[in-house]
């Protein structure tokens, strides 16, 4: 068996990690709309597969990124 899906996980294990490490430092509101963000991001791995517009997709995803910011430093979405 190859040893490149054990080093994948691994590189996936230390990308969660380092993620979860920066929801410490958001607002309770901005970790939630953080965590928030992954339906779309997932979605969009299946779209690219489908459908003929993952952009729109993708563009949700870094998208929602405006609304964490906003929630960092506003401490409310109006």
């Known amino acids: 068996?190859?040893?490149?899906?054990?080093?994948?996980?691994?590189?996936?294990a230390a990308q969660l990690a380092l993620t979860a490490l920066l929801l410490f430092f958001l607002t309770?509101?901005?970790?939630l709309l953080a965590v928030g963000v992954l339906p779309p991001v997932v979605i969009y791995l299946f779209?690219?597969?489908f459908t003929r517009w993952p952009q729109v997709v993708l563009?949700?995803?870094?998208?929602?990124?405006?609304l964490v910011a906003w929630a960092q430093i506003e401490e409310h979405v109006p």
Request: proline share 7%; net charge positive; glycine share 4%.
């Open 28 to 31: 309770p509101l901005a970790r």
């Open 59 to 66: 563009g949700v995803a870094f998208n929602w990124v405006m």
């Open 47 to 49: 779209c690219k597969r």
């Open 1 to 12: 068996m190859s040893k490149r899906p054990a080093r994948a996980m691994v590189f996936l």
